[in-house]
């Protein structure tokens, strides 16, 4: 048995799964809903196989079909992979769950097809050992998941439908660009063959910007923030959790792998503005998140914010530091997730989400307000929770490298994200008439949430699995104090 | 796993466990979640005593779990946790039955219980931390789960006093990792020593030290309601009285005073302390707490708003205790430590039975209410007394030893401190008093319960009895054999070379 299971390289199946997943429910609508969660259970065990392979080896290069770089297609898979195709794997099960009871029949047909593609392109994304397939792996993940924000139909929908497309496709041209530059300049699109060759040079530094530029506009870093709250309010729930948890962390790992590999040649100056644009976002996004009335939209705020802090870990540039925001990124993956689905859950059952509104609500869905207050304490980065052992690790960073000004941004970001978090917690706890809406919420929407939330609650006490993820085949063994 | 290691995880589990499953039982199993609760306490106290025994015949208790590489949670048992974790588990029983008489036939009590039972959780974590992290972890639980006790009445005033305990406890809560994260970075540990872990650093790290301790203490003060960091406290009364009871005198505030102990004795060390000259500000701090309180106590004609003044007063003795570093201030400073919660759990115990019964709430309402609630004034009586610090009730023993403690440190104007405030203290209880016992009662009560021939409902009148008779034991057994005098006295010597 374990002979044929060594020999299955499982480094291509969490690809090729979700296609086959997608196609399936795409020729078989009527069965689309048990076939969407058997894929995403597959995936899982696919990844967590694969992490087992990488726990012996480190890190795992696959040419597909055989060809090998240059003519065919390189896979490349290591400590940082794993822990963004986990994170896949786990919140893509949490939504396929929820998911399976959120959408009507008719909208199920086209929510299924879409939403196993796109887990496809993220994880063939986190597994591309070359530039220009991530480029088009981006494309994929942009396009399919404009799609799905335009599912809500709507005119709000599809006004921010259409300018999540633009936005999209503006980063992906700047993106391209820069990736033509690179090859023009150097000869090659690999990027362990890049990081040797790269040096400093006006290309490079052009490609760098036009590259950052386009990926800083997918990741909806501060300023470049306006399409994201529309974006992800307007979409359906479980598309708001998958844009908000996963698909802007694709871009953003894009960035960080391109940046350990051969970015961070390019002077301090770079990852200093960098951490000031991270750093205006936590606090703008903050304050933006503790004026709104909709629920949903103070959520996507909330994620403006906490994108921030990841990068607050490029001026820092330590291991420490970067383990901080990677596990910030999974901790925040899943509360982010968690809390969209809560948001649905509100939306579901009250047909709004007016926060002022809430407190006649709350009383009939605790589990749902549950999982939001778990979330929630992921999100302020109280103890225990991931976001606690990010903030930690983020704060020691700054402190051993003595640029403690980075560690005030964490706490002024931890006291406004519980300003919003309590801003709608506080409606628990009022005089309200419970309503007496006879909407019955489906238990797996509310149980899938409260499932995502104490997976970000408990990562604050089990460390190890994660901690040991980022140190296979050593990513950041090439940062500058390493 | 062997016991070693359960017996700290089975002692946090014996409310944790209970507290889950009681959020989610229905609103009417009343029977269900009364016998959880009471199993609940009743375990943990057992439990605790398995511990005490366990010590006494030399063996060590300890569970660790593994957080950062070189940075673990740790639970262990130490002589000053086992003084906490008695403390609250005793009091949680006492408080406990309380609360279920007292909440009888309110609505959320499901809600009310869970988060009780995880408040204790948090407390006992607090107690038998064994670092610095895992210190934090249970403060922060703390203020999570005592929120929703705050707030839980859902009145404007009750959630603007909630507002308020957050604002002030996530600040502080943000200090104190902010100084852990800092410690940590310069000494690589943050296990609790005896004398300390960080006077062995190089002296030009001195200065930063000092900025440390300075941020922990105010992370900590907002708790321990330093002024001025006691905004929220007196706020915070409008909680139902048992969640003030457990607010006064069994979690919160002892959390921050515990903590400032821990800070004083087990991170930094008394004498490290001392040498860099941290101490007579913070007697000095806790000094000016002292009186502040009580003057302002003094003003108060809402009663449970004056009994938080009093807190806030009182608690500071603890932290005075510590902060002279003599080794018999810090026995009076630790015995406040639990005098302080025995005490002032039987007043608020008390002022609830007043406004559960008759509907009183302030003091000017209070005339004659000795005659008609005989047991609930006694109590009350024996606790303002001991607060008082009149012999031969806890109290004195608290000031007795503080007194000595201060001449013994070279500080004398600490006893004029402790002098004005017991003059102060009788200023502002004494009236009360005169007004129960010796002035007329009115024809009517503002909203009175009838409860058949007895005065209240037996639930709310025998825990404040219990601890009134503690307060009376405390002070006169406090020479017995396996008295609490001799267990602090360990515990100092632990802390003076």
Known sequence: MELILGQIPWIVMPIIFPLIGSMACFLFPAKAKSLGLLTSLVVLACVTRLGWQLKALGSLRYPMGGWGAPLGIDLYADGLSLLMLLMAALVGLGISIYSSSYFSRDKARHFWPLWLFLCGALNALFLSADIFNLYVTLELLGLTAVALVALAGGADALIAAMRYLLVSLLGSLFYLLGVALIYHSVGSLDIAILAQRVEPSPAMWTAVGLISTGLLLKTALFPMHFWLPPAHASAPAPVSALMSALVVKASFYILLRMWLEFFQTQGAAFANFLGLLGAAAVLWGGIQALRQTQLKLLIAYSTVSQLGYLFLAFPLGTSIAWKGALYMLFSHAMAKAAMFMAAGNIQFFAGHDRIAELGSITQRLPLTLTAFALAGISLMGLPPSGGFIGKWLLLQASIESGQWWWGIILLLGGFLAAGYVFKVIAHVFTHDEPTSRTVTLPATMEWSALGLALIAVLLGLFTYWPLAMLEMGSPFGTGHSG | ?497
């Not at chain 2, 507290?19 to 029977?31: K, Q, S, T, Y």
């Not at chain 2, 086992?82 to 007292?102: D, K, P």
């Not at chain 2, 999570?144 to 996530?170: D, F, K, S």
């Open chain 2, 1 to 497: 796993m062997n016991w070693s290691t359960a017996l700290p995880l089975l002692i946090l589990a014996s409310s944790f466990l209970p507290g889950l499953i009681i959020f989610c039982l229905p609103e009417d199993r009343v029977v269900t979640r009364t016998i959880l609760n009471l199993a609940g306490a009743l375990f943990k106290i057992v439990l605790v005593g398995g511990m005490f025994w366990g010590i006494l015949h030399g063996y060590h208790f300890e569970a660790r779990l593994t957080l950062l590489p070189g940075l673990d949670l740790v639970l262990r048992s130490g002589p000053l946790a086992m003084l906490f974790v008695t403390l609250s588990s005793g009091l949680w029983l006492v408080t406990t039955v309380y609360a279920v008489g007292y909440l009888e036939g309110s609505p959320h009590r499901s809600r009310f219980f869970g988060f009780f039972s995880l408040c204790v959780t948090a407390t006992t974590g607090v107690a038998l931390a064994g670092n610095l992290i895992t210190f934090l972890l249970f403060y922060e639980l703390l203020t999570l789960c005592t929120y929703p006790l705050i707030v839980h009445r859902g009145t404007e005033i009750a959630r603007q006093a909630g507002r308020n305990y957050l604002i002030y406890t996530i600040i502080g809560g943000a200090l104190l990792l902010l100084s852990s994260v800092w410690l940590y970075t310069l000494a690589g540990t943050l296990e609790f020593t005896d004398r300390g872990f960080l006077s062995g650093l190089d002296a030009s790290l001195h200065p930063t030290l000092m900025i440390i301790f300075c941020l922990l203490i105010a992370g900590l003060g907002v708790k321990a309601a330093l002024v001025p960091l006691h905004g929220w406290l007196p706020q915070a009364m409008v909680a139902p009285a048992p969640v003030s009871a457990l607010l006064h005198a069994v979690a919160v505030v002892k959390a921050g005073a515990f903590g400032i102990i821990r800070v004083v004795y087990d991170v930094y060390g008394i004498e490290f302390a001392n040498s860099l000259g941290l101490t007579l500000p913070l007697a000095i701090l806790a000094a000016v707490t002292i009186i502040y309180g009580s003057l302002r106590a003094l003003f108060q004609d809402e009663l449970k708003r004056r009994l938080a003044f009093s807190t806030v007063s009182q608690v500071s003795y603890i932290v005075l205790g510590i902060a002279l570093a003599s080794p018999i201030a810090t026995l009076g400073g630790l015995i406040h430590l639990v005098h302080q919660g025995v005490q002032k759990i039987t007043l608020f115990m008390c002022a609830g039975n007043l406004a559960e019964t008759l509907g009183i709430h302030k003091i000017s309402e209070m005339n004659g209410v000795g005659r008609r609630m005989p047991w609930t004034m006694a109590a009350f009586t024996i606790g303002a007394f001991g607060m008082i610090g009149a012999p031969p009730l806890a109290g004195f023993f608290s000031k007795w030893y503080l007194g000595l403690g201060a001449l013994d440190a070279g500080q004398g104007w600490v006893i004029y401190v402790l002098a004005v405030s017991s003059a102060l203290n009788a200023a502002y209880f004494l009236p009360i008093l005169y007004t129960a016992w010796f002035k007329a009662p009115p024809d009517s009560w503002p909203a009175e319960r009838s409860f058949g021939n007895k005065e209240t409902a037996w639930t709310l009148l025998v825990p404040p009895i219990v601890t009134a008779l503690l307060t009376l034991a405390l002070g006169l057994l406090a020479f017995a054999p396996f008295n609490l005098l001799e267990w602090t006295r360990l515990i100092v010597s632990r802390g003076f070379a």
